[in-house]
């Protein structure tokens, strides 16, 4: 089974700084890319950024230059640096990730539960 853990979310400022982490665990082989995607209350799931497993990255317009998305994929880890948060980026923000799973050959995405981040003051 696996599993995606995100944390860091919470109330903060216009202006200030939060980072998310994203934790995989379970009976993972390889993981491709992964990803954070926020949703706001009433609007549709939409991505923020994205990573390849070479490090390739791709960011939403409206974030370029504020966040920044990494991975350690010796740990199984994804992080997103948010800096410089404005009220419109209040949402929950969800991990995902494409990986095989031990024994599979298979591609699935996963998903966390979601943290949320509220941008306020």
């Known amino acids: 089974q696996v599993q995606l853990v995100e944390s860091g979310g919470g109330l903060v400022q216009p202006g200030g700084s939060l980072r998310l982490s994203c934790a995989a665990s379970g009976s993972i082989s390889r993981i491709n890319a992964m990803g954070w995607y926020s949703q706001a209350p009433g609007k549709q799931r939409e991505l923020v950024a994205g990573i390849t497993s070479r490090d390739s990255t791709n960011y939403a317009d409206s974030v370029k230059g504020r966040f920044t998305i990494s991975r350690d994929n010796a740990k199984n880890m994804m992080y997103l640096q948010m800096n410089g948060l404005k009220p419109e980026d209040t949402a929950v923000y969800y991990c995902?990730?494409?990986?095989?799973?031990?024994?599979?050959?298979?591609?699935?995405?996963?998903w966390g539960q979601g943290t949320q981040v509220t941008v306020s003051s």
């Open positions: 995902s990730a494409d990986l095989f799973i031990t024994g599979s050959y298979r591609l699935r995405t996963y």
